[in-house]
């Protein structure tokens, strides 16, 4: 079975990030959309509201399973038995760092490869970064993530 790992801090998860998770489906057997957990960096929404936004996010996907890790991601996709690692591209930009990272990973575990993904035109400027921007000025972020998510930041920051 080809099982890929679309690891990712997804704080919060977008339509490009759900845009790469669904051609990802259509081209594996089995997708592990995976949060990471990175002690050293302050999460703007706590890890159980992300799984729980990307489980109601993806939930029309059969063969997505939504899970989270602490630590190098080529660690979790051996433990997984994974053999490749999604990375989404929105810009060139993008390419240079994770040309390093699949490099890196590659030099940890030549096993195990790195496909890239590029988002649709339409999501190119979508990041997460600009949605708790948006989100935390009390803008209406509902063009720029999935519905569960949208309703979830209006809750939190728009109506609190």
Not at 3 to 30: M, Q
Not at 150 to 159: F, G, I, P
């Amino acid at each position: 079975m080809k099982t890929a790992i679309y690891p990712g801090s997804f704080d919060p998860i977008t339509k490009g990030h759900l845009d790469v998770l669904k051609r990802a489906a259509d081209i594996f057997e089995k997708v592990i959309i995976v949060v990471s957990v990175n002690m050293n960096k302050k999460s703007f929404l706590p890890l159980q509201d992300r799984l729980e936004l990307i489980k109601k996010s993806c939930q029309d996907m059969e063969n997505v399973e939504v899970d989270s890790f602490d630590g190098l991601t080529i660690e979790y996709a051996k433990k997984r038995h994974a053999n490749v690692l999604i990375r989404g591209l929105r810009a060139v930009s993008d390419f240079e760092y994770e040309m390093q990272l699949s490099q890196a990973n590659s030099a940890l575990c030549n096993e195990i490869h790195t496909v890239f993904l590029i988002t649709k035109p339409k999501y190119n400027f979508i990041s997460s970064g600009t949605v708790r921007e948006i989100a935390l000025m009390k803008g209406d972020v509902s063009k720029f993530v999935p519905q569960p998510v949208a309703e979830y930041l209006e809750e939190k920051y728009t109506k609190g």
